[in-house]
């Protein structure tokens, strides 16, 4: 008989003797995310890496990625150094905690209580949280809020379809003992109206089921109420026995706004307690940034009896840049795309201030949502679009994240999300991975994220999209497929200039303007990443009123480079 967990009188008081880690040093927006799959980073095996030059296609075949790999945590312990000296500085896991024995990927919880035994015990998380932060790196915990696993059928144990609201009657339990804690064991906790139909249709994408996964109880009801309570008071036991530093909140478009909101600011402020000053709240969130601003930042409740201050989510997964990234750097669409991007989030934080602005950027997921044909950025990629992509995300505004084994060229691709899902180790042997540090796009990305890490201007820095000209006289905004792409980050005397020649085959001579005010004294560039020598700065006009200036650049197809004014 397994342990039956009550959460009434859970202990939440520091845990005796633990010292928890703060991070006071370090705003999250400076933060390099390291995304994994527990599943499918590294098991408990001593291996060695393949040695290649360039990149290696990911292990497993559809039917072993359709099943657990064996992953552990234990795994990714002793591989955080890989982790570290890629330059990542966070580290994101898929959620931990136990799942049906079907699920490999871990977002079908049917006890909130436990690690899930396939990737480890909860010693084994506390001690990997405790080895990370040796490494000065953050760790996030993934959590689900919308939903538990298959754990009760309907009656008759039929697959209901969202109807109208209709609420189905209740089948039965799928275990004698699951759901934990006990408290999940109550049938009116749960909405019972059936599978989501309409993802975008409200209440239907609030009430219902996410496939067969069975959907809380979301309507302000009191038994809505005490499940949110529920849930904060689980994951905030999960702070104090781990020292975690963060959630990722997946579903939130499923949650309402409100209760985000109140489940932030109280897992927020538990943190307080522990004195962990910067714990980071950042959801999956599928929408447009009107949305975001919903569940993002302070917001007051429009009810009477509460008038409180809520403090929602720090941050979401900018999707909607993900969405148009993948044609830009690959020369398919115009950079106008990203222009118009990075306008909108300027315009939303005159609002919202940096929660409108800063938000996690990221090239691949586990999931790409809204593909039929699910692929990786990697796949028809080259590996200098590889390189380019992820350090456009280094350098433009936001905190980068990165998927595992993007920086290993991985190239998945098929119908099946799975397929986006590959193995860092082998499953049919117990010597390889692919945790390589000598490959080509693990030591570019290492290398312009350890400039990242030094430079104040890519980490707080205004973005500029900058003008181009190819005869010196008309600038003008990058507005062509296979397009110079060119921005500037400033902070107060700095600039940073980052140049990427989306064309596959044409070089190019092009010239970039750049801060005609700041850099008036200045008579160079120098190279940071993708150029060896260093770049004259063009003034025009009078000396000591100059009308523009400018560097004239040689460009080779898919060249991406980065340079600051000195």
Known sequence: MKTSYVI???????????????????????????????????????????????RHC???????????????????????????????TALWLSPVFQNQLGSYHGYAINNYMEVDPRYG??????????????????????????????????????????????????????????????ELRNPALYGRKGQIRNFDTYPETYEGDFCGLKAFRNDGSPEAEFIQE????????????????????????????????????????YAYSLGKKNFFLFGELIAGDAVHSRYMGPTLPVSR???????????????????????????KDSPERLIERYAAL??????????????VTFLDNHDQVGQSFRRRFGYEAAPEQIIAGVGFLLCALGTPCIYYGTEQGLEGHGYNDTLIRECLFNPDD???????????????????????????????????????????????????????????????DQEVLVVFNSSEAETKDECVLVDTVLNKDRKWMLPVYGIEDRIKIIHVGDEGDFSMSYVRLHLAPMQFMILKNY
């Open 430 to 492: 117990d010597e390889s991975n692919l945790l390589n540090s000598q490959s080509r796009i693990y030591k570019s990305i290492a290398k312009i994220a350890q400039f990242r890490k030094t430079s104040p201007a890519l980490k707080f820095g205004r973005m500029f999209m900058r003008e181009i000209s190819s005869d010196e006289r008309r600038f003008h905004l990058p507005e062509c497929h296979r397009c110079t792409l060119a921005f500037s980050r400033i902070l107060f």
């Open 305 to 331: 009896r509460d008038q409180n201050l809520y403090d929602g989510l720090n941050s979401v997964l900018d999707f909607q840049l993900w969405a148009m990234l993948e044609g830009v750097i690959k020369g």
């Open 121 to 182: 015990t909860k010693k084994d998380l506390e001690q990997l949280i405790e080895e990370a932060h040796k490494r000065d790196m953050r760790v996030f915990l993934d959590i689900v809020l919308h939903h538990s696993g298959d754990n009760w059928y309907y009656e008759g144990d039929y697959g209901c379809q969202y109807y109208n609201g209709i609420e189905f009657p209740f089948g039965g339990w799928r275990y004698d003992d699951l759901p934990q804690p006990a």
């Open 346 to 359: 300027q315009q939303n934080a005159l609002n919202r201030g940096e929660f409108g602005e800063f938000l």
């Open 230 to 269: 529920l849930l904060t008071l689980i994951h905030c036991y999960w702070i104090r026995e781990v020292d975690v530093d963060g959630f990722r909140l997946d579903a939130v478009k499923h949650l309402d706004e409100m209760m985000i909101s109140r489940f932030c600011s109280s897992v927020r402020e």
């Open 58 to 88: 990911g292990f497993g075949n559809e039917t072993q990625l359709s099943s657990t790999c064996g992953g552990t945590l234990s795994g990714v312990t002793s591989h955080l150094d890989y982790i570290q000296d890629l330059g990542c």
């Open 8 to 54: 009434k009188g859970l202990d939440l008081t520091p845990k005796p003797g633990k010292k928890y880690w703060k991070n006071c040093h370090r705003e999250w927006r400076e933060e390099f995310i390291y995304f994994m799959l527990l599943d499918r980073f590294h098991d408990n095996k001593k291996r060695h890496p393949i040695p290649y030059e360039e």
